[in-house]
């Protein structure tokens, strides 16, 4: 890929990157569109509680697997070509859906897809979060949010629109259109360059010199902004590599603050219970009595939602702080959850023959009751995409080191992964015995998730990923009393134009120790 010409504006690397968040986004709705189809009832012999949870949740059980082994490769290989690796699992997982003939090579197809979603889904985060600005690395790392809306959006109206097609060919069309958004994320990723900051942790310092250069000035690696960022990412990766090694180096020396941090705010975004609307919001609207073309299309609001309202993110992340989201958004939710199960609780009725059918959904309501589902899923969906669906994606990003980042990521995605493969393993049969107090479950939940960003998460927008590992560092303030902003780095670049006014001739010069120093340093230490 070293021979293609590299595009280095900081959008276009995001949205091709992000097409692997993409990916993630058609496997998700590939099911919730299909699951309610009569030709996937009949085909797949009407698959209900435990049989259908392992369905719907082997794709996540693929990503664990997947982010397990995405860290190594990505620190070995570059985050780049980490991403093309997860691209061949998802061609074969989805040839293995296509030409399924039963539960259990369905299962086998979306494990595979699912290898794939667990390397991107960790590793592009990594990739946004190393190319981009300070001042707008929320709304590049959005950018994978929104792309996982989109592929979800996209692939649901397939869908529905595959519906319409009689017999196996309805579902096997629909999952064949999953191999587009993959084959352009392989044509598109070698006109990417590495993350620079990839680059330096390898040894390769003159690259990922220019790199940084080419993506923050256009290719002047005079420029003070270059100067700045390459003394930090130089100073901290010397650093680093004295430090402890292996395993222990997530734990060691209040590192476990960081790993902390990054694993559990993913495993709140899973717990938070929006991917049980997500996954399931059929089921959820049949309990409000919608079926047929109805809730397809109810559904498939929910999924316009979702993307308006990250949208509208992509344009404040930057002004808002990451803790206020997730604090406020956790509890926001809270509410949708308690409001859903409290309906769905005291005016009930038992359809033990399953409503429409569908031997998953065994309760449902009518009338005003019904339209209050309906009004509170949509809003859970609004208030999640505008707080954890996005962020819990950039703050896990953000929290790591140069040293431990790929990896780190990785952990986090591992987390992300098992809680929805146990959550998409419990939520169908958890329908048919706890049925409404599921949403009271989740509910609590998110009042756990909003208790611990508010004592554990410190605010990190607005700040170098260098800066960030001083939030975490011994002596730090408290996580409650950080704030956005005050970065350094504006005081450094300062610096540097102070010293190039005075007549200094000052650029960036490359040293085994990793050590940054400019022209008039080194003439000091020859003297």
């Known amino acids: 890929m070293s021979r293609f010409p590299k595009i280095t504006n900081t959008y276009f690397m995001a949205i091709v990157a992000t ?69 061949l699992w998802w061609l074969i997982g989805t040839a293995v859906q296509v030409s399924t003939n039963g539960q259990g090579s369905l299962i086998a197809g979306r494990i595979l897809n699912g290898v794939c979603v667990g390397i991107t889904s960790s590793q592009v985060p990594v990739y946004l979060a190393e190319i981009a600005k300070r001042d707008s690395r929320g709304r590049i790392i ?35 259109t999953q ?105 959820v609207f049949l309990m409000a009595d919608l079926q047929g073309d109805i809730n397809l299309i109810s559904s498939g609001v929910q999924y316009a939602l979702f993307i308006i309202f990250t949208t509208a993110m992509f344009f404040f992340i930057d002004n808002t702080g990451r803790r206020t989201l997730l604090v406020y ?63 819990a994606w950039i703050y896990a990003a953000e929290v790591w080191s140069l040293g431990t980042r790929a990896t780190g990521m990785a952990m986090a995605a591992v987390a992300n992964w098992l809680f929805n493969f146990a959550l998409g393993l419990f939520t169908p049969p958890a329908f048919l015995n706890i049925k409404y107090q599921v949403f009271i479950v989740f509910g609590v939940l998110c009042i756990g998730a909003a208790i611990q960003a508010w004592f554990t998460y410190p605010e990190t927008c607005g700040k170098t990923i260098e800066e960030i590992e001083l939030l975490f560092a011994k002596g730090a303030p408290l996580a409650w009393r950080t704030q956005k902003g005050g970065s350094r780095l504006d005081a450094q670049i300062q610096a540097v134009l102070e010293r190039k006014e005075r007549g200094e001739e000052i650029h960036v010069e490359v040293h085994p120790d990793l050590k940054t120093t400019t022209t008039s340093e080194v003439a000091k230490e020859t003297v």
Request: with cysteine.
């Open 19 to 87: 097409v692997g968040g993409m990916l993630f986004g058609f496997d998700i709705s590939s099911m919730s569109a299909i699951v309610i189809t009569d030709q996937y009832i009949d085909y797949f012999n009407n698959p209900s509680g435990l049989i259908q949870g392992a369905i719907g949740s082997s794709l996540a059980a693929g990503s664990v697997v997947g982010s397990l082994m995405a860290g190594p490769i990505s620190d070995k290989y570059g985050r780049r070509d980490s991403i093309m690796f997860g691209c």
């Open 142 to 176: 959005i950018i994978q949010q929104l792309a996982i809306e989109w592929g979800i959006l996209i692939m649901y109206f397939i869908g529905y629109g595959c519906s319409k097609i009689p017999g196996p060919a309805s579902f096997r069309t629909a999952w064949g």
């Open 179 to 283: 191999f587009i958004p993959c084959v352009v994320l392989m044509l598109g990723l070698p006109f990417l360059p590495r993350s620079p900051r990839w680059l330096a942790k390898v040894g390769r310092e003159a690259e990922a010199i220019q790199t940084l250069a080419d993506i923050q000035a256009g290719g002047n690696k005079d420029d003070p902004l270059v100067i700045a960022e390459w003394e930090e990412i130089s100073t901290v990766l010397a650093a680093e590599r004295e430090a402890v090694r292996g395993w222990r180096k997530f734990f060691a020396n209040g590192m476990w603050k960081r790993t902390l941090a990054g694993m559990s705010v993913q495993a709140w975004q899973q717990m938070s219970g929006a991917n049980v609307i997500v996954y399931y919001i059929g089921y």
């Open 329 to 391: 958004g956790s509890i926001g939710m809270a509410v949708c959850h308690f409001v859903v199960g409290v309906l769905l609780g005291t005016y009930s009725v038992s359809v033990p023959e399953g409503v429409g059918g569908n031997a998953n959904v065994v309760i449902k309501v009518t009338g005003a009751p019904a339209h209050g589902v309906i009004a509170f899923s949509y809003l859970l969906i609004i208030v999640y995409a505008l707080t954890l669906a996005p962020v």
